[in-house]
């Protein structure tokens, strides 16, 4: 039998491949982003501007302006005259963002953005490079609200140039290679995540639960990197520090707290089944392990909001898609987490779109099950303050 002519859209418009639909690479502008009045910009059409102008003499530009070639190519020698691009101010200007950004996430502790190591390690890795400063634009377009569209479109078009590099190369998982392998999924989880919590605009709750099971479904690829033997090699390596502070927050050995035991309690009464009851106890369990680690690490830390999501199964995620009432009530319950975060500019209001949105689509015949998270919307958590 013919095997069938691939159809999925490889070249199509940044919006539509951050939105997840597919794309009929109409140019100027495809028609998804023409019917939703949505910005329209191709990734080609900056490589292509950005290859033309380093053919060209080298002229200063502008003071002040900032230029949209923005995809990072060789780090070591910016003026050579390969096709890849030259550093521009721009990159400039994010990579020393990055640090703030990640500072933000981390105050009170010592993260691995500290590490001199790690940061050569960050510049020696150009698709890593690349989604470090995806994560810093990122960042701008949630702090300077003003100029989030234009620092929306940076974050974008290097992400998709970072993992357009990680996709090329292919990488085996090997001493060498862990560490950077590590660190970018870490950075293009937390990137995709916050994407979803916070640039959120006038989508639909199917639509924002859609683009939220695709960022947990890439948040498990982390543990594909971190299985088997590649853990022992990462316990070995330069993040060897904050790893072990990570195995200490993240303790399996605890007993459930009222909230998820009481939900643990509704779901084995409603007798679902072996497998499916076993999958929520385990998402559950998962939950209290995130709420106890970031009760015992900085109330700023963002570890215990995006570990959870790394450690449900990937048939909790499967739950999820399919909207089942009882998954989505544990999502519900994570949100609490996240609310408890807003103060940071990776979840922002994230966790109360979330309860609100759960809430209204279960409807009153659920009020029980979801009384914990929408009394979590009425109090103030003591542990958790913006001071």
């Known amino acids: 039998m013919p095997r069938r002519t691939h159809t999925k859209s490889r070249n199509g418009c940044l919006e539509c491949k951050r939105r997840h639909i597919k794309c009929d690479e109409k140019h100027p502008i495809c028609s998804n982003c023409r019917s939703s009045e949505r910005s329209c910009e191709y990734a080609d059409r900056f490589i292509r501007a950005t290859r033309s102008q380093s053919s060209k003499s080298s002229t200063p530009s502008p003071a002040g302006l900032v230029p949209d070639e923005l995809p990072l190519g060789r780090l070591a020698d910016p ?11 721009l990159h400039a200007e994010l990579f020393f963002n990055a640090e703030c950004a990640f500072r933000s996430l981390s105050k009170g502790t010592n993260g691995w953005i500290d590490s001199a190591d790690v940061k050569r390690t960050i510049i020696a890795t150009p698709y890593l490079m690349n989604e470090m400063l ?7 377009s949630v702090v300077r609200s ?36 590590f660190l970018f999924s870490c950075i293009l989880g937390m990137h995709t995540l916050c994407d979803v919590l916070v640039h959120r605009e006038d989508t ?10 695709h960022c947990f479904k890439l948040q498990l690829g982390i543990r594909v990197v971190i299985s088997g033997p590649t853990w022992s090699m990462l316990r070995e390596s ?22 998820c035991a009481r939900l643990l309690n509704l779901i084995e009464t409603a007798k679902l ?34 570990g959870w999501s790394v450690m449900v199964t990937p048939e909790y995620v499967e739950h999820l898609a399919l909207r089942r009432p009882e998954a989505l009530v544990i ?14 500019w990776l979840f922002g209001d994230g966790g109360r779109f979330m309860i609100e ?31």
Request: with cysteine.
């Open 146 to 181: 003003e100029d989030q569209k234009r620092y929306r479109r940076y974050a974008a078009q290097l992400q998709t140039h970072a993992l357009g590099m990680y996709n090329q190369m292919r990488l085996d998982v090997n001493r060498e290679t862990c560490v950077p392998l």
């Open 79 to 89: 003026f050579s005259s390969s096709d890849n691009p030259p550093v521009n101010m």
């Open 134 to 140: 995806a994560l810093s634009a990122l960042h701008l």
């Open 357 to 387: 949105a759960i809430s209204s689509y279960l409807g009153p015949d659920w009020a029980i099950w979801l009384e914990w998270p929408n009394r979590a919307l009425r109090e103030l958590d003591p542990r958790y303050t913006n001071e």
């Open 273 to 306: 089944g072996d497998a499916i009851t076993s999958t929520y106890r385990h998402a559950l369990q998962a939950l209290q392990v995130s709420i106890n680690a970031a009760i015992r690490g900085s109330v700023k830390s963002v570890n215990g909001v995006t």
């Open 331 to 344: 999502l519900a319950h994570y949100a609490v987490l996240v609310y408890w975060h807003r103060h940071l």
């Open 238 to 259: 330069i993040l060897k520090s904050p790893l072990e502070n990570g195995e200490i927050m993240f303790d399996w050995n605890t007993e459930l707290g009222p909230d």
């Open 204 to 213: 639909s709750f199917d639509e924002f639960l859609e683009r939220l099971v």
